[in-house]
């Protein structure tokens, strides 16, 4: 035991350059200028250079102070986090706008503090983005609203959303060990299965992290939980201590490992897959294969008239 909480030293294949570039730095700037947080920066993500640099960025809306507290997150975490900013919806949608980005994922805190857990704000925000920037693909990666339907349902009646994320981030022996008491496994499963039921037409996708114990057979049967949930899309990603007071990494899963769980998925029927040590929930390996799918739902949709 002691052994394991021993911080290990990165492996070659985790490392990565410092971002820079002048879209970077702009979008950098601009992101302070209008007090946008950002997944990327909050949650140490090693993909923001590449991510930023090719014009795409995931944004945290509702704030930057979580209700919850999940041993492996970054961001700040607070019982009462504040009022929400009844300005956000149109910041948001001006700053997204300015920024002439192409595709972008916009998350959010959890907010169980909220009655509503938030959803009529996120929805409102995604209004107003669709509003400014028609032609913007919006993937939405979003909490588990503690597993109401309803509210769930008010965040995609936006009409607004191309992708729904929802990341079951663990295999489920793990789940209480890595996730906040309130999050669940079958829980998880059940969002992203309402998601699809709800909204058959949304291209769904989930998450999960490697290197906190878990086995392979446990991954490839998350992965068929989520499949048979009605994921299309999975990614899977080494988890990396943000800090000394989160979970320890327990293994660093090799490029050749990541490289068989995508060629397992693939198999199973998943529309897409991204697998690797620095791939992410948002990771933009799987936008353009995103942007490709739902053009040609698009085409279909008017071939067939409007229906899907």
Known sequence: MTENLVKKPKPDWLKVRAPGGENFLKIREMMRERKLATVCEEARCPNMGECWGGGTATIMVMGDTCTRGCRFCNVKTAKNPGALDPHEPKNVAKSLQDMHLEYVVITTVDRDDLEDQGAQHFAEIIREVKLAHPKLRLET????????????????????????????????????????GRAGYRQSLEVLKNAKELHPGIVTKSSIMLGLGETKEEVIETMQDCLNAGVEIFTLGQ????????????????PEAFRE???????????????????????RAGEFFVKAFLEERDARKVLLGGNS
């Open 141 to 180: 990666l979003a909490g588990d609203f503690q597993g109401r339907r309803d509210l769930l349902k008010i965040l995609l009646d936006s009409d607004g959303i191309d992708v729904f994320a929802h990341n079951i981030e663990t295999v489920e022996r793990l789940t209480k060990t890595v996730r906040d």
């Open 239 to 254: 988890y990396l201590q943000p800090t000394s007071w989160h979970l320890p990494v327990l293994e660093f899963v090799t």
């Open 261 to 283: 769980y995508e060629k397992i998925g693939m198999a199973m029927g998943f529309r897409y897959v991204a697998s690797g040590p620095l791939v992410r929930s948002s990771y």
